[in-house]
């Protein structure tokens, strides 16, 4: 279970301040794979980054029964000038996990070769991208937030990063945010659209996709 409670975040801009969530108050269901839509800027990484706990809104607060993943494809996981290995290790110190398995985890999964001991900062977005979605496939979380990451990669590896997803979805929820609708069908049973700050929830993502498909075309 995820709970918004007058969930609120603002930005400034030169025209004033923009409201992308507003006053939210919703719970979402356990064990759903949840597809996030919206249009761009709409605020559905901002949204992400409030539920892990990385971004802190203006008002309100989120609760959870749950353990929730970093937002997987943001990378705000992730450490610049450390390792691909020292920041797997460091993040299974935080959660709780052997660190020597969650090596060899990644390291088999992402397929990084010799940048598993380079720093961060010599990683292109894909890599990075590899190594945190790796990283995340390795730990059982509740909850899963996963933005665009399975996109990454050639033919081969997006299978096998999908593979391992639906696998980890058998067990686990997720918020996926795609532009992919055929990605979005493929693991979510259910839907979110969010809209000048407003959310909505279905319990069916082809209702979510009719009404965001609406929204873009006015």
Same mark, same amino acid.
């Given at each position: 279970?995820?709970?918004?409670?007058?969930?609120?975040?603002?930005?400034?801009?030169?025209?004033?301040?923009?409201?992308?969530?507003?006053?939210?108050?919703?719970?979402?269901?356990?064990?759903?794979?949840?597809?996030?839509?919206?249009?761009?800027?709409?605020?559905?990484?901002?949204?992400?980054?409030?539920?892990?706990?990385?971004?802190?809104?203006?008002?309100?607060?989120?609760?959870s029964d749950g353990t929730i993943s970093w937002p997987i494809g943001l990378g705000g996981a992730l450490h610049p000038d450390m390792t691909g290995a020292q920041n797997v290790r460091f993040i299974a110190r935080i959660y709780g996990i052997d660190s020597d398995s969650l090596c060899a985890f990644v390291q088999?999964? @992402?397929?990084?070769? *010799?940048? +598993?001991?380079?720093?961060?900062?010599?990683?292109?977005?894909? !890599?990075? =991208?590899?190594?945190?979605?790796?990283?995340?496939?390795?730990?059982?979380?509740?909850?899963?937030?996963?933005?665009?990451?399975?996109?990454?990669?050639?033919?081969?590896?997006? @299978?096998?990063?999908? *593979?391992? +997803?639906?696998?980890?979805?058998?067990?686990?929820?997720?918020? !996926?945010? =795609?532009?992919?609708?055929?990605?979005?069908?493929?693991?979510?049973?259910?839907?979110?659209?969010?809209?000048?700050?407003?959310?909505?929830?279905?319990?069916?993502?082809?209702? @979510?996709?009719?009404?965001?498909?609406?929204?873009?075309?006015?």
């Open positions: 279970m995820i709970r918004f409670e007058h969930l609120t975040k603002s930005y400034p801009t030169p025209w004033g301040r923009k409201v992308v969530i507003d006053d939210l108050s919703l719970e979402l269901p356990s064990g759903k794979a949840l597809g996030l839509l919206g249009r761009n800027g709409a605020g559905k990484s901002t949204l992400m980054q409030i539920v892990a706990g990385t971004l802190p809104p203006d008002s309100g607060r989120v609760i088999d999964f @992402a397929e990084l070769g *010799a940048h +598993f001991q380079m720093p961060l900062r010599s990683y292109s977005s894909g !890599m990075r =991208s590899r190594l945190a979605f790796g990283a995340s496939m390795g730990i059982p979380f509740d909850t899963y937030l996963v933005d665009e990451v399975t996109s990454v990669g050639d033919a081969r590896f997006r @299978a096998k990063s999908k *593979a391992i +997803f639906r696998e980890r979805m058998k067990t686990s929820g997720a918020i !996926m945010v =795609s532009h992919n609708m055929k990605e979005l069908q493929e693991f979510c049973d259910a839907g979110l659209v969010l809209e000048n700050g407003r959310m909505y929830y279905f319990e069916r993502l082809d209702a @979510a996709i009719r009404l965001h498909k609406r929204l873009m075309e006015q």
